[in-house]
């Protein structure tokens, strides 16, 4: 019987040679917005990897819109410049597709990187304006958001396009929109955030789809438009897993071709079961209702879990970030475990088991089976 783990799935234009993506992960090491040459090494890491998909960090739509001051934009010709850059290394190595997850952290915005405390910046720490549905906080001590009027909001749509824009300019096969985790278009959706009295509170998602449709009209349907979306905020009176249903049926309305499942982060005080696999039931509720292609994400690190949770029909991708941190070789064992043969670049050709027997040793034995 095939493994489904590494069979192709098509989305939208593209295909993707098996159901493993590399989420995105903020590396907070740019320069004003732009790439750095961390980021071309953790590009070209990811290219050896053996994932389907590779999926760039959170990428700012604005300068302000960055969660700290080392995170990347796609909202100058320099960002865009440095981002080419780091994504011809990636294509120099693989054919498989490369995206890029833009958004904007919204009253998130400001602070410092979670390996510096991750709080708010001070006064000499060069802040700057963080802006919101509503002008309420994100946690204690953090600043108060400007409330966003309605020619800022469309100035965001347009910044948006201009971002996507840029993305097709590079060259990315995927751009993926951040709405989720409490940033700016999840802080529309969710009441905690949302307490507008204009249409954009009384329809918490017209925002989002506005952006969505905006995106879906620029970027070509031969490559794939999808979203990160939150479940629930895990706190009663927020956002929850019906509401998800509800928006997940409009973004597949606007045209999006896939979508990834994830939650919480929309106020500190949440109280998460994180546990292995604990956001799948969510994918598979919305996978279950909406007729789009969904990925699970969330402390899936097994590569048996994975195959059952894509074999099982509960999610049609899974995506993994501190796995791959961990193991960027991730793929290239689970392969190896479920007996799959897979292309490993040439120049490391050698460290595949069936060229030398060292592989078994090398390996941890939850890795490769008893």
């Known amino acids: 019987?095939?493994?489904?783990?590494?069979?192709?799935?098509?989305l939208g234009g593209i295909t993707l040679p098996n159901r493993i993506v590399v989420s995105p992960m903020c590396q907070y090491s740019a320069d004003d917005g732009s790439m750095t040459d961390w980021h071309t090494v953790h590009l070209g890491t990811f290219a050896c990897s053996g994932a389907g998909l590779f999926v760039v960090e959170k990428t700012n739509v604005t300068r302000e819109g960055r969660i700290t001051h080392g995170c990347t934009g796609l909202y100058t010709d320099h960002n865009e410049q440095a981002m080419a850059r780091a994504v011809q290394v990636y294509r120099a190595i693989t054919r498989n597709p490369i995206g890029v997850q833009i958004g904007h952290a919204g009253r998130k915005a400001s602070t410092h990187p979670p390996f510096k405390g991750g709080k708010a910046l001070a006064e000499h720490e060069s802040p700057w304006r963080t802006v919101a549905p509503s002008p309420i906080p994100f946690a204690e001590g953090w600043h108060r958001p400007h409330e966003l009027d309605k020619k800022e909001i469309q100035d965001l749509i347009d910044a948006f396009v201009a971002s996507a824009e840029r993305a097709k300019r590079i060259g990315f096969d995927v751009v993926e929109l951040h709405s989720a985790h409490g940033y700016l278009l999840h802080q529309f959706l969710s009441p905690l955030s949302n307490q507008r009295k204009d249409e954009y509170g009384k329809n918490r998602m017209k925002f989002p789809l506005e952006v969505a449709a905006a995106v879906r009209e620029t970027w070509p349907k031969e490559r794939a438009l999808g979203a990160r979306i939150n479940a629930t905020d895990w706190v009663e009176?927020?956002?929850?897993?019906?509401?998800?249903?509800?928006?997940?049926?409009?973004?597949?309305?606007?045209?999006?071709?896939?979508?990834?499942?994830?939650?919480?982060?929309?106020?500190?005080?949440?109280?998460?079961?994180v546990t292995p696999g604990y956001q799948v039931g969510f994918a598979q509720q919305i996978k279950n209702a909406v007729p789009i292609p969904v990925r699970a994400v969330g402390m899936i690190a097994d590569p048996d879990q994975a195959e059952e949770i894509v074999a099982s029909g509960k999610a049609d991708m899974i995506a993994m970030a501190r796995a791959f941190l961990d193991n960027p070789r991730w793929v290239w064992h689970a392969a190896e475990r479920f007996g799959v043969k897979i292309d490993y670049p040439p120049q490391y050709a050698r460290s595949r088991p069936?060229?030398?027997?060292?592989?078994?040793?090398?390996?941890?034995r939850s890795e490769v089976g008893s």
Do not use: N
């Open 1 to 10: 019987m095939a493994v489904k783990l590494f069979t192709p799935i098509d």
């Open 237 to 273: 009176g927020g956002w929850q897993p019906e509401d998800a249903v509800a928006y997940a049926r409009e973004l597949k309305r606007i045209g999006l071709d896939f979508l990834c499942v994830s939650s919480g982060a929309t106020v500190p005080h949440a109280r998460i079961p």
């Open 354 to 364: 069936d060229v030398w027997p060292g592989a078994a040793l090398a390996r941890p």
